[in-house]
């Protein structure tokens, strides 16, 4: 599950983190855009629930310096030891750019070089080396984790993809369907065994499709026409599907734009529906190659009126049977 969960203070998550244990559920996964930052919620979690695993989705590569980027992750991971795994991506441009005041250059390049420094730092080596985007001039941590953490680069196309065949210990996937997953998974043959896939599945809990659709809607118009999303969804063979929405995106007309998203592809990028609808629908991820179907729920009307209780109540239904079928 992704956390925080929306609406719901970061001092009342204890009792969050227990119903996702309680539940079912084995893992927490923080993410980094404009609310919490990816490792307060997950230290939060390492100390009140020690049933659950705990990842970032991600933590840029550029809105951190290399060594405080090592640190952050070295504290959860001594905080959590064997339970904490760091994922790291390039983020947009907007994010990093137009909120953190950093240059977005070279994104491929500065994910492989601090995927690079962090694998020296992480294991305790003095680093002093240059990596073409960044140098490093005789760092070491202080604190070196006992267990280093597992090392996961978000990747949408190939030449990323290959990349965290080659040198991370998983990639991280976003805003595919299920049916997209082998497509991307064809480009990480080279990868060793125990090679974990994360991805994170939007899910909007409701049976009334007419509501999870306009919010999925907004959603889509927001991060797909993002430049390396729509490239993304390019390579995966959208464009005819999204090409109307992009136009009229790119002239400004923002109700053409939501307008021109269809059913279908809402359908195909955002699981909606019953509890049990959504937990078939994550389920297919799993069978295309997931291994860690990493849910981010979208608030409901009923959810936000029910509070703590109905979010309670809704982790218990979304997670795995407590008598799976054989």
Not at 47 to 75: D, H, I, N
Not at 94 to 120: C, H, I, T
Not at 140 to 167: S, Y
Not at 271 to 278: L, S
Request: include cysteine; charged fraction near 20%.
């Amino acid at each position: 599950m992704t956390v925080p969960l929306s609406g719901v203070p970061l001092t009342d998550h204890a009792a969050v983190y227990r119903a996702l244990a309680d539940a079912g559920f084995t893992d927490a996964w923080s993410s980094e855009v404009a609310g919490s930052d990816a490792f307060t919620p997950l230290t939060l979690a390492a100390a009140w629930e020690p049933r659950l695993r705990l990842g970032t989705a991600v933590a840029p590569v550029f809105t951190r310096g290399p060594g405080l980027l090592a640190m952050s992750a070295a504290a959860v991971a001594e905080t959590a030891p064997g339970r904490f795994q760091l994922g790291i991506g390039a983020s947009s441009p907007v994010v990093v750019g137009d909120w953190n005041a950093v240059a977005f250059r070279e994104p491929y390049a500065r994910s492989r070089d601090m995927l690079r420094f962090l694998r020296s730092a992480l294991a305790g080596d003095v680093v002093d080396r240059e990596f073409g985007t960044f140098a490093v001039r005789r760092f070491r941590l202080e604190r070196t984790p006992a267990t280093p953490p597992p090392i996961m680069l978000a990747a949408l196309r190939p030449q990323m993809l290959r990349l965290a065949a080659t040198e991370a210990d998983g990639v991280i996937l976003n805003w595919l369907s299920a049916a997209d997953v082998t497509t991307a998974l064809a480009e990480t043959s080279a990868a060793g065994p125990g090679f974990e896939v994360a991805a994170r599945i939007f899910v909007c809990p409701t049976d009334d499709a007419g509501y999870a659709r306009k919010v999925a809607r907004r959603m889509i118009a927001a991060y797909l026409t993002v430049p390396a999303y729509a490239a993304f969804h390019r390579w995966l063979g959208r464009g005819p599907a999204l090409t109307a929405m992009w136009d009229a995106w790119a002239a400004g007309d923002r109700r053409a734009a939501l307008d021109a998203i269809g059913d279908e592809l809402v359908d195909e990028l955002v699981v909606h529906g019953t509890p049990e609808v959504c937990r078939e629908r994550v389920s297919q991820y799993v069978t295309a190659g997931v291994t860690v179907p990493v849910m981010a729920l979208v608030s409901t009307p009923d959810l936000e009126r029910g509070g703590a209780d109905a979010w309670k109540e809704l982790l218990t239904e979304l997670g795995p049977p407590a008598n799976p079928p054989a």
